[in-house]
Every structure is written in C-alpha cells, then in structure tokens.
C-alpha cells in the first residue's frame, strides 16, 4: 500500500475476475497494444498496475481475485490488498467491474459489487468477450446479470465490450473523455 502513489489524481479502476479481459481492456483503449500484460493463464497479474492517461486520470489494472490455483496464502495477500486499495484509496471516481459474457456473475462478484457500493464507488458493468456470443446468447447475457444486479440497465451502468472486435470502445472512449476532461 505504501508504494501506491499519492498524486491528486482521479483513478478509473478495473476490477473483476481474474481472465475475464481487465488487462485487454486497457491494450484496446491503448495505441500501444502490449501496455498491460495479458494472459490465457489466469493470475498473471499480480501487483496494482497504474497507467496514466494524458496526464489527467490514472487506469487502475486490479490483480484478478478468485482464481483457483493459487496458494490460499497467496490468494489472502492480494484479497488484501485489494480490499485496502478500495478503503484507502482518496480518488477513484469510477470503477468498471468487468464480468465474462459467458458466464453469471459469481459469489466474488457479488461481494465486490457491495465493497464498492459500501464505499460509494460508482460502478459500470462491463460484459466483456461478447464477440463469442451470438446476438441471443448475448441478450440471454444481458437478462441473466439483470437478474442478479437488478439495479443495472443497459447502455446506462451496463455495457457490453469486446477487446478483439472493438465493440462498446467508442462509447468509453467517449465516456472517459467526458469524466475526465
Ligand atoms: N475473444 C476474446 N478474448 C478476450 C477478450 N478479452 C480478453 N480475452 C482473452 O482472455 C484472456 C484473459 O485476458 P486478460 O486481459 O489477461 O484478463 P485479466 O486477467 O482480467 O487481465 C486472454 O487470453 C485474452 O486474450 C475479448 O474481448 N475477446
Ligand atoms: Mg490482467
């Protein structure tokens, strides 16, 4: 925590499961397509990495919680880590919490959505990897995680994304311009 820097600047962070596309995300958003380091294995990720954007905001790259194959030590460790981030932290301004299309959203997503409203962290939904959805499966996405977030509403605090096929960037692009200009 000590080594977090302490600049009066606004942070964007992104959190999610581990492999769900938070490190993707950023390459997308990014003309240097490598910045953050991706992996098919998930966990690779394992610091606070912080990317700054123009000089106004800072992108925040969680380590990925909830992946299986860690030692329960080391799985403590970066649940503590970011669990103080999200109490200690003075400037985050948004958070976007990534979740797999293809999947529901899991008890540790249910509890991070209630660490960021407890901190009233305002938070946008990101269905990541649609482009391996059809447009029914992608509607059945959409249905299923209304269910379990009744408070999201699409286009609003719920957006679909896909890194490799671009979809949904133009309107974040938009977006952050706008929360950080
Ligand atoms: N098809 C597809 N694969 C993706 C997308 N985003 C990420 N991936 C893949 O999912 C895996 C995990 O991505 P990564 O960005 O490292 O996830 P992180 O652990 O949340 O940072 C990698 O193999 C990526 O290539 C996407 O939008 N579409
Ligand atoms: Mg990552």
Redesign the pocket.
């Known amino acids: 925590m000590k080594d977090l820097p302490n600049a009066n600047i606004p942070e964007l962070v992104l959190c999610?499961?581990?492999?769900?596309?938070?490190?993707?995300?950023i390459?997308?958003l990014s003309k240097k397509k490598n910045i953050?380091?991706?992996?098919?294995t998930?966990?690779?990720?394992r610091a606070i990495n912080y990317y700054l954007v123009e000089n106004k905001f800072y992108i925040v790259?969680l380590p990925?919680y909830g992946y299986a194959k860690v030692s329960i030590k080391a799985k403590h460790e970066w649940q503590k880590l970011i669990d103080q981030y999200f109490l200690n932290s003075k400037n985050i301004s948004m958070a976007y919490h990534?979740i797999d299309s293809r999947h529901k959203a899991t008890n540790l997503d249910l509890v991070l959505n209630e660490l960021l409203i407890s901190q009233n962290i305002p938070c946008t939904v990101i269905l990541?990897?649609?482009?391996?959805l059809n447009q029914s499966e992608k509607s059945k996405s959409v249905k299923q995680i209304k269910e379990q977030f009744p408070e999201l509403s699409l286009g609003d605090n719920l957006l679909q994304?896909?890194?490799?096929?671009g979809t949904g960037k133009k309107e974040i692009e938009i977006r952050l311009s706008k929360l950080f200009e």
């Not at 953050?36 to 098919?40: F, I, L, R, V």
């Not at 998930?42 to 990720?45: E, I």
């Open positions: 999610g499961r581990s492999n769900v596309g938070k490190s993707s995300f390459n997308s953050a380091k991706t992996s098919s998930p966990g690779k990720t790259d990925g990534l990541s990897k649609t482009d391996k994304y896909s890194s490799t096929k």
